[in-house]
């Protein structure tokens, strides 16, 4: 089993739409998630984090269940700016702040 | 917000030669920087850590005399493939951390390396 699976998608929807998906992690005893966005061959830039109450920045909520072991990404009025790979990173407790990514899942939204 | 400049950005190189990839934090002291190598529709693999003065710490499977990683201040990492081939074809990025965690991590712009 990987340490973060996520659905690889693409998820095809249509502008205006509302999306989720979700990501699973292995390690238990992790402490840190994060959604990630990277368009192609781009650097990939911090959309948000993931606390345990769950957060919610403008379009984007963020959720947390410790006791399945996921975390959610749900985008609301999609946008065709919102066309992007949504990584799911889950950070690890070594002391070299590592961070595990999933390998991405992919949105593509649709006029 | 910090800033991490990565060059060169694409590099095409023939089988055998080596190629340096460098990797600078513009406006803060990174102690710490990320080397990660993705292929495509991949996630993201870390390949080594690399602290300043000192030796970088590479994860399991990637081989450091292939990879040179130099970390000669708190500004500069560098990232060296020697005798590239083929299958080193990747896309190479860069991160410099500000502080503990994903949320003080910043990436540089990335390197596509394809070798002939």
């Known amino acids: 089993r990987k340490e973060v699976e996520q659905d690889p998608g693409p998820f095809n929807v249509p502008e205006g739409a509302t999306v989720a998906f979700n990501c699973t992690y292995s390690?238990?005893?992790?402490?840190?998630f994060f959604w990630y966005r990277q368009d192609c061959r781009k650097e990939p830039k911090l959309l948000m984090s993931?606390?345990?109450?769950?957060n919610e920045d403008g379009r984007f909520t963020a959720q947390l269940n410790r006791a399945s072991q996921y975390i959610s990404l749900l985008i609301r009025d999609s946008k065709l700016s919102d066309s992007a790979t949504y990584l799911c990173?889950?950070?690890?407790?070594?002391?070299?702040?590592?961070?595990?990514w999933g390998a991405g899942t992919k949105l593509i939204i649709k006029p | 917000g910090a800033v991490v400049s990565q060059h060169p950005s694409w590099v095409i190189c023939k089988s055998g030669t080596s190629v340096k990839i460098e990797c600078r934090s513009l406006?803060?002291?990174?102690?710490?920087m990320f080397w990660y190598r993705q292929f495509p529709k991949q996630s993201l693999m870390l390949m080594a850590t690399?602290?300043?003065?000192?030796?970088?710490?590479?994860e399991q499977g990637v081989e450091k005399d292939k990879f040179l990683i130099n970390h000669a201040s708190l500004t500069l990492s560098t990232l060296t493939v020697t005798s590239a081939h083929p299958e080193d074809s990747s896309f190479y990025i860069c991160?410099?951390?500000?502080?503990?965690?994903?949320?003080?991590?910043?990436f540089g712009s990335g390197t596509q390396l394809s070798v002939l």
């Open positions: 991160s410099a951390s500000a502080g503990r965690g994903g949320e003080k991590l910043f």
């Open positions: 406006d803060f002291q990174a102690t710490t």
């Open positions: 690399s602290n300043e003065g000192s030796k970088a710490t590479y």
């Open positions: 390690n238990s005893a992790s402490q840190s």
């Open positions: 993931v606390y345990s109450s769950g």
């Open positions: 990173v889950v950070n690890g407790l070594d002391s070299n702040y590592q961070l595990i």
